[in-house]
């Protein structure tokens, strides 16, 4: 089994920074792609930030300039730094990463952290 373990949500107060962690452990796996996702109340959930194996990052254009999302191939670990914090960006946060073993595709996700950001 493949299992996400994040850390790193909370409160902070409107032009703050959190940092998120999801760190990916489990039997052998090649990851394909590690990001982050988010989901307000009411909302759908959303691709905040995303990078590829070849260290490509994707950034939603709500987040861009504010948020930098980096890897730790050696631990696994994808990291969202978020800077400049907005109400707006208060939702649950999902760590996401697809991994590909034997030879199939899968879609893995974290049990969520929530990020509040006060006005």
């Known amino acids: 089994q493949v299992q996400l373990v994040e850390s790193g949500g909370g409160l902070v107060q409107a032009g703050g920074s959190l940092r998120l962690s999801c760190a990916a452990s489990g039997s052998f796996f090649s990851i394909v792609r590690m990001g982050w996702f988010r989901q307000a109340s009411g909302e759908q959930r959303e691709l905040v930030a995303a990078?590829?194996?070849?260290?490509?990052?994707d950034y939603a254009d709500s987040v861009k300039g504010r948020f930098t999302i980096s890897r730790d191939n050696a631990k696994n670990t994808v990291y969202l730094q978020m800077n400049s914090l907005k109400p707006e960006d208060t939702a649950i946060y999902y760590c996401n990463v697809i991994i590909r073993r034997l030879g199939i595709r899968t879609n893995i996700w974290g049990q969520g952290t929530q990020v509040t950001v006060s006005s």
């Open positions: 990078i590829t194996n070849d260290d490509i990052p």
